[in-house]
């Protein structure tokens, strides 16, 4: 009968092994990854409220640079990366970027205010949508789910999953495309197109909640 401990050097090797294999990407950390042709969302179809009531739509943000999160508190993974989205936008926020968090909660604005006086959450606008309408508008899968939208209002890459919004890596992405112009986006190499993956392959380890989870 085998030791335990030739058992656990072999489960050790296997998992080196299987580390050795996993995508660069993944060792390199999170990178958003271009579609390989212009990704035009329905921004006028995504409509919301913000803290006033008033409704507004995505095509209010068009000619900065948007990192949608689409949230809810009753999501523990929304949740975890909440604090990290304020800083984000703390730190970037302006005339050429802006977070927008869109909570689904059916509790609409006064839910999320509560959230984010509870949780110190200072620098993050309000926006909801307790239809939940924009789950279909955009097929959106899980939550939380973040898109990033260029100044033309053409999607760039998109992520299931928490993530640390203010890391060194991500906030220099972030200002590549804020430095892009606002005219037309450029078409995209045919080598480019080839190797650009549409979706980001670490969907599979992410922690998604169904979308239509109870308040």
């Given at each position: 009968?085998?030791?335990?401990?030739?058992?656990?050097?072999?489960a050790s090797?296997?998992?080196?092994?299987?580390?050795?294999?996993?995508?660069?990407?993944?060792?390199?950390?999170?990178t958003f990854?271009?579609y390989?042709?212009?990704?035009?969302?329905?921004?006028?179809?995504?409509?919301?409220?913000?803290?006033?009531?008033?409704?507004m739509t995505?095509?209010?943000?068009?000619?900065?640079?948007?990192?949608?999160?689409?949230?809810?508190?009753?999501?523990?993974?929304?949740?975890?990366?909440?604090?990290?989205?304020?800083?984000?936008?703390?730190?970037?926020?302006?005339?050429?970027?802006?977070?927008?968090?869109?909570?689904?909660?059916?509790?609409?604005?006064?839910?999320?205010?509560?959230?984010?006086?509870?949780?110190?959450?200072?620098?993050?606008?309000?926006?909801?949508d307790?239809?939940?309408?924009?789950?279909?508008?955009?097929?959106?899968?899980?939550?939380?789910?973040?898109?990033?939208?260029?100044?033309?209002?053409?999607?760039?890459?998109?992520?299931?999953?928490?993530?640390?919004?203010?890391?060194?890596?991500?906030?220099?992405?972030?200002?590549?495309?804020?430095?892009?112009?606002?005219?037309?986006?450029?078409?995209?190499?045919?080598?480019?197109?080839?190797?650009?993956?549409?979706?980001?392959?670490?969907?599979?380890?992410?922690?998604?909640?169904?979308?239509?989870?109870?308040?």
């Amino acid at each position: 009968m085998q030791s335990l401990a030739l058992l656990m050097r072999r489960a050790s090797a296997a998992i080196v092994f299987c580390l050795a294999c996993a995508p660069a990407s993944w060792a390199a950390g999170f990178t958003f990854t271009p579609y390989p042709t212009a990704h035009k969302l329905p921004l006028s179809q995504v409509t919301f409220e913000n803290a006033q009531g008033k409704r507004m739509t995505l095509a209010d943000f068009k000619g900065k640079v948007v990192l949608l999160n689409i949230w809810a508190t009753w999501c523990p993974p929304c949740v975890h990366e909440m604090p990290t989205l304020d800083k984000l936008q703390k730190r970037l926020g302006g005339k050429n970027f802006a977070v927008v968090p869109l909570s689904v909660d059916k509790g609409g604005i006064y839910t999320v205010k509560s959230f984010y006086d509870d949780n110190f959450i200072g620098h993050l606008p309000i926006y909801v949508d307790p239809t939940t309408q924009v789950l279909e508008t955009l097929s959106i899968l899980g939550t939380p789910t973040t898109i990033l939208i260029s100044k033309q209002g053409e999607e760039i890459a998109r992520t299931m999953g928490p993530e640390d919004w203010d890391q060194p890596a991500i906030i220099a992405q972030v200002k590549h495309y804020m430095a892009a112009p606002a005219g037309p986006a450029a078409k995209p190499s045919q080598q480019a197109a080839r190797t650009v993956q549409i979706l980001d392959t670490r969907v599979a380890r992410t922690a998604t909640v169904p979308p239509h989870a109870p308040d």
